[in-house]
């Protein structure tokens, strides 16, 4: 799976939007782009994915650049349980079927 | 039902116990995967099972022995391991799917080996 690069940690006021880049320039024409999350002391949990269009549902928003080599999770309103780490994951449409999980950025919130 | 389920919740064992550790979804999910995640790290692929079938084993030692007895369970089983061995082991499953294969993760068996 091609490699992706995130911040290692962030930080953000509870209420604000928050804005988590990815990079991932060496990514193919057919890998979806997916972020996961993991809360403190849980396991991670699915939060979007997209392939080239940008992306909305009810948890968060993905911005895919143009060219794909970037994107970024958009977090409307950050609350404080949505400090967390965030994964950033390429995953190939005809490969193999596991997560490879890079190193994340910690999110914290501030009331 | 999107949960996955995993027992025990936290685990010690000595070097020479064997134990079992057992993870179940209701969610007609075909894979089922175990992952290793040590403290501050980001969780790292053990086995996945499609259809009940081992399909990755990535190189894990054969102190852990995964078991899929049906389509819904799915067992690692511990024998003579070591204090390294101690991190978060969490159970996961998907649909299989080419293009999303959402997988859905239970909360974790906190291992720790004396």
């Known amino acids: 799976d091609a490699k992706t690069t995130q911040p290692n940690s962030m930080e953000s006021n509870e209420e604000e939007p928050v804005h988590l880049p990815c990079n991932h320039s060496?990514?193919?024409?057919?890998?979806?782009i997916h972020w996961y999350r993991q809360l403190p002391s849980q396991g991670p949990e699915y939060v979007i994915h997209g392939l080239t269009s940008n992306v909305n549902n009810r948890m968060a928003s993905l911005a895919i650049a143009e060219d794909r080599k970037s994107s970024t999770l958009i977090l409307h309103r950050a609350t404080l349980r949505d400090a967390a780490v965030y994964y950033c994951i390429l995953r190939a449409v005809a490969g193999s079927y596991q997560l490879t999980f890079g190193k994340g950025t910690k999110l914290s919130v501030i009331p | 039902d999107t949960e996955v389920t995993q027992t025990p919740k936290h685990l010690v064992m000595g070097m020479t116990n064997k134990k079992s550790l057992k993870c179940e979804q209701h969610?007609?999910?075909?894979?089922m995967y175990w992952y290793k995640q040590k403290a501050k790290k980001p969780p790292e692929l053990m086995f996945v099972y499609s259809y009940e079938k081992l399909s990755i084993n990535e190189s894990v030692p054969s102190r852990f022995s995964p078991e899929c007895p049906n389509s819904s369970l799915l067992n690692l089983h511990l024998h003579a391991l070591q204090p390294e061995d101690s991190a978060l082991y969490l159970c996961?499953?998907?649909?299989?799917?080419?293009?999303?294969?959402?997988?859905?993760f239970g909360p974790g068996t906190r291992l720790t080996v004396l």
């Open positions: 060496t990514i193919s024409g057919t890998d979806y």
């Open positions: 996961a499953s998907g649909m299989l799917g080419l293009y999303t294969d959402t997988q859905y």
């Open positions: 969610m007609g999910h075909r894979a």
